[in-house]
């Protein structure tokens, strides 16, 4: 919990408009600057920096379920760079199991209903099918708010 703090001493230091606020998920939240954490979480660590990247990159809002895959990825490429410059320990593993959890998402929201092809995204709510014409409605994703964080504990 010790180094928790202290990252998050150092990560003040540097974004001082961004709060930090114990809480039972790991959550950045644009429309108040405000990253929640748990310290009991495994990678908790690296969880933070992945939050911290959504804010520093200035995630906000999305069109189309891609762009929000690209900004998961694009905060766990800055992660990354930040986990070197705090020493904090990168887990490859995690982050496959975060983008993943997004890939899945975004295949089982993407088939069609009536007829399973892969259907297209048409607005941030609505999918249509190539095949069919059907059109569907799929609910809106918020940064983060999926994730399966089965965090592979080692079995020694
Ligand atoms: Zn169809
Ligand atoms: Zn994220």
Redesign the pocket.
Known sequence: MRSMSSLIHKLKTTHPDIAFVQGEEFLWSPSNRTIFYNPEAPQASLLLLHEFSHSVLDHHTYNRDVELIAMESAAWEHAATLAEKYAVRFNDDVVQDHLDTYREWLHARSL?P??T?NGYQTTTNTYQ?P??L?QWRVNEARICALRRYKVQTPTR
């Open positions: 069609c009536e007829c092809a099918c095949a069919c059907h």
